[in-house]
C-alpha cells in the first residue's frame, strides 16, 4: 500500500526512518531535514533501495 500526504516537520520528528524517491535517484535516506530528526538508514529504506536496484539491474540485462 502507497499512502501519499503532505508531512510537516512534527510528523517527521516523529517517524522512525525517512527517505526520499524519484526515477532517477532511486531510494535514498535522509539524516536530517531543517534540524529535525537525526535518522540512520534502516532497514526497510535499505531493502526498498536493494530491491529497487536489482529491478532496474534485472530490467538492464533483458534489455540488451
Do not use: H, M, P, Y
Not at 537525526?38 to 540488451?64: H, I, M, P, T, Y
Request: with cysteine; net charge negative; hydrophobic share 45%.
Amino acid at each position: 500500500r502507497v499512502d501519499e500526504a503532505v508531512l510537516t516537520l512534527d510528523d517527521l520528528a516523529e517517524a522512525d526512518d525517512v527517505f526520499v524517491t524519484n526515477s532517477i535517484g532511486g531510494v535514498r535516506s535522509v539524516a536530517a531535514c531543517r534540524g529535525v530528526g537525526a535518522w540512520r538508514e534502516g532497514r526497510l529504506v535499505a531493502r526498498l533501495r536493494s530491491d529497487l536496484e536489482a529491478a532496474w539491474q534485472s530490467a538492464a540485462g533483458s534489455a540488451r
